[in-house]
């Protein structure tokens, strides 16, 4: 079997819903469990209903209500030419109203707890997989039964061995060959049934965990881009889709904040070995993004990121030559702080690291200052050149410096797995200094 998961774009609408009809229809020789996101924008329009409630504005809660009713009532009466079935309308105003009572709740105690809130939230996607499964005439069922978590309201941490057996209980006799099964992303419920949720945009993980509990041979994630990109398409335009990327060096993309799967959600399939596809919904000819455990094919560089403005921190002090424990004593201030180190480079006689730049500064600056001498220059950006083959590829460092020209490198960081070639250049040269990067990435054969 395989997991096909689409996101909200992906079933924003009935034009959308359509579209990944056909590609499910497609799939059918290859059992599908179909995970879907909530319609849109939906979970936001929760989120506001309920935070309204929860200040006391029930008429404004119920307005945004409507609103959530009136999107799906219009997809289901597209989807269905305006002759919707039924036991379809029934499940929507059964849902319309369990959403009403919760918002009248929230706002009766004005108090919304974390667990309220996952309530709430759980409406989008039994909404859009309701309406999804009638028309594809497929089984609907409901992720709670087997997306065991814990009580994390909010961010539910899932429990791997029991979603294993529901699974198999419960979902597994339903998929085959020409078969569609459609469940939730997203949601889930503790042992007692409570409903609970894995945090924002946690459709990903879902599919992730039920792949890894049912051994699909791939998991799918449509979305609306083709796969993972060699870097931000809104800096450097000729940006490429990557056909193969690591789940390493995804992590690594995904640190600097790239527009990327967050490897902590696909980790599940990876685990059991299970590809993670990145595929274009409106485009599923197209180019796409697999990422495995391994890969040992590709560019030297998989691709680049940048994050910023950061705070490049020296700290020189005479007596570091030849002595011990002076890191350990300036860690330890960092430590002891919550501050969160991220690039380091060391020298004899002095250490240069980063850290974000809404780090409170005069305070640690005061503390380092006691035993060392310590710059700080803001406004200073951090770019990672991603690859597996990095460090297998004589020359690479170079042609990157050479390729930079006129734009400064501040600082140099080989990250411990060497899949990370960090470089800190000024904050406004950033964008620049990608494009250029960039070049290097596509003549590097
Ligand atoms: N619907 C949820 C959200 O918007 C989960 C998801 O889309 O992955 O956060
Ligand atoms: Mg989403």
């Given at each position: 079997m395989i997991v096909m998961k689409f996101g909200g774009s992906s079933v924003a609408d009935a034009a959308c819903m359509g579209q990944v009809e056909a590609l499910v229809r497609a799939a059918l020789p290859q059992a599908p469990l179909v995970v879907l996101s909530a319609m849109g924008k939906t979970t936001n329009a929760l989120f506001e209903a309920a935070r309204t409630a929860e200040a006391g504005d029930l008429p404004g809660a119920l307005a945004v209500q409507r609103r959530i009713m009136a999107a799906h009532r219009r997809a289901a009466g597209e989807l269905f030419s305006g002759?919707?079935?039924?036991?379809?309308?029934?499940?929507?105003?059964?849902?319309f109203g369990e959403l009403e009572l919760l918002l009248r709740g929230v706002a009766l105690l004005r108090e919304?707890?974390?667990?309220?809130?996952?309530?709430?939230?759980?409406?989008?996607?039994?909404?859009?997989?309701?309406?999804?499964?009638?028309?594809?005439?497929?089984?609907?069922?409901?992720?709670?039964?087997?997306?065991?978590?814990?009580?994390?309201?909010?961010?539910?941490?899932?429990?791997p061995e029991s979603i294993r057996g529901l699974a198999a209980r419960l979902l597994a006799p339903l998929l085959g060959e020409g078969r569609?099964?459609?469940?939730?992303?997203?949601?889930?419920?503790?042992?007692?049934?409570?409903?609970?949720?894995?945090?924002?945009?946690?459709?990903?993980?879902?599919?992730?965990?039920?792949?890894a509990a049912l051994g699909a041979r791939e998991v799918q994630i449509w979305t609306d881009v083709e796969g993972v990109l060699t870097c931000d398409p809104r800096i450097v335009p000729e940006a490429l889709p990557i056909p193969e990327l690591s789940f390493a060096e995804a992590a690594e993309l995904a640190a600097f904040g790239a527009k990327v799967l967050h490897p902590a959600t696909i980790q599940p399939a990876v685990e059991a070995r299970i590809p993670v596809t990145?595929?274009?919904?409106?485009?599923?000819?197209?180019?796409?993004?697999?990422?495995s455990s391994e890969v040992r094919t590709g560019r030297p560089i998989t691709a680049l990121a940048s994050r910023g403005p950061v705070t490049v921190l020296t700290v020189s002090s005479s007596r570091m030559l030849a002595q011990s424990g002076f890191l350990a004593r300036l860690f330890e201030v960092f430590g002891r702080r919550g501050v969160s180190v991220d690039l380091v480079a060391t020298a004899e006689v002095s250490v240069s690291l980063t850290v974000?730049?809404?780090?409170?500064?005069?305070?640690?600056?005061?503390?380092?200052?006691?035993?060392?001498?310590?710059?700080?220059s803001e406004g200073r950006a951090i770019i990672a050149a991603v690859g597996e083959r990095l460090k297998s590829t004589p020359g690479l460092g170079a042609r990157l410096l050479t390729a930079l020209g006129d734009i400064n490198v501040e600082m140099i960081s080989m990250g411990a797995n060497e899949i990370n070639l960090s470089l800190v250049v000024r904050?406004?040269?950033?964008?620049?200094?990608?494009?250029?990067l960039h070049r290097v990435l596509t003549e590097a054969a």
């Open positions: 002759a919707v079935p039924e036991g379809l309308d029934t499940a929507l105003t059964e849902h919304l707890s974390p667990r309220s809130m996952d309530a709430i939230a759980s409406l989008g996607e039994r909404l859009s997989t309701r309406i999804f499964a009638e028309r594809l005439g497929a089984a609907w069922v409901d992720a709670r039964m087997v997306l065991r978590t814990d009580a994390t309201f909010g961010e539910a941490v899932p429990e569609v099964v459609v469940t939730q992303g997203y949601i889930g419920a503790t042992e007692d049934g409570l409903t609970t949720t894995l945090g924002r945009g946690g459709s990903d993980f879902s599919a992730a965990l039920f792949g990145v595929r274009h919904t409106q485009r599923p000819a197209g180019r796409f993004t697999t990422i974000e730049a809404d780090v409170p500064l005069k305070p640690l600056l005061q503390e380092l200052t006691a035993f060392a001498t310590v710059e700080a904050a406004d040269q950033a964008d620049e200094a990608l494009r250029r």
